[in-house]
């Protein structure tokens, strides 16, 4: 439900918690903790990431992967009450 209001939390909520969302894999995806990347650029970093498989419901762990700055979501705008 793109746009609905529960989901624009919870994304910022993985957003604060290092998590980001990939537009063209569909899937969120977070470093691996205390290993940096083996590349960073101003437009990508290649190293090791979890993404979460939603179809599986599991962490998964992908290495030496290239990670496009520009296929990420920006962080959602939160409703102003």
């Given at each position: 439900?793109?746009?609905?209001e529960?989901q624009?939390?919870a994304?910022n909520?993985?957003?604060?918690?290092?998590?980001f969302?990939?537009?063209?894999?569909?899937?969120?995806?977070i470093?691996?903790?205390?290993i940096?990347?083996l590349?960073?650029t101003?437009t990508?970093?290649r190293?090791?990431?979890h993404?979460?498989?939603p179809?599986?419901?599991?962490?998964i762990?992908?290495d030496n992967?290239v990670?496009?700055?520009e296929?990420l979501?920006k962080r959602?705008h939160?409703?102003?009450h």
């Open positions: 439900m793109p746009k609905d529960a624009l939390y994304a909520e993985l957003n604060n918690r290092g998590w969302y990939h537009k063209e894999l569909r899937l969120w995806l470093r691996v903790p205390n940096e990347p590349v960073k101003n990508h970093e190293g090791s990431y993404c979460f498989e179809n599986t419901f599991e962490i762990r992908k992967f990670l496009q700055y296929l979501e959602p939160l409703p102003q």
